[in-house]
């Protein structure tokens, strides 16, 4: 499979745990960006790495977020302290950034629910 | 200046029909325009893309059409199916930046 994959597909958590979620890109991209997609709502943008460097980061994105994007290959994004509100699909894409815009793939998603 | 208006926010088609959807943004830096696709519990799926140097994009049943001055893009989707009842979301890109999504169209394609 060639495709984006993230792990797991589902996390159910207890409100003050920390969670870690694990994307792996398309292996030629070398961008990769993590949205937040509540139901009924588009992917809204938390972040994203050229390479292994974090190049923006959302306002969204509290103090209780961290992405890391060690050597520049998967990238993992964890949550601290997590509250009922972080609830929500946690979505990565990877896209080629060159010369050219590529497209940008995403992966199925991991589906936090926080009790 | 960083928003993508989308609408309608749902939209019924009969099978065999011409599925619409419009977006529109503000921002002149975006450069690059993607449609998704989505299944409940599912991740998007890219559907077509233009950039702004062209006026339409067409690939099997569905077509881009971008209007620049208007600052304009929408998807057709010819010959309905209901296979094709998803969520759509256009999305824009300032090149060196991150997609911008809209909020999405909820297609229902009847038999």
Redesign the interface.
Known sequence: DTG?S?DPRHKITKRGQNVTFRCDPISEHNRL?W?RQTL??????LT?FQNEAQL?KSRLLSDRFSAERPKGSFSTLEIQRTEQGDSAMY?C?SSS?GGA?T???????T?LTVV | QQQVKQSPQSLIVQKGGISIINCAYENTAFDYFPWYQQFPGKGPALLIAIRPDVSEKKEGRFTISFNKSAKQFSLHIMDSQPGDSATYFCAALNYGQNFVFGPGTRLSVLP
Request: no cysteine.
């Open positions: 984006v993230q960006y949205y009924g709502q588009g992917p809204e943008f994203y923006e979505l894409a950034q815009v497209e940008a793939f995403f992966g199925q998603g589906r």
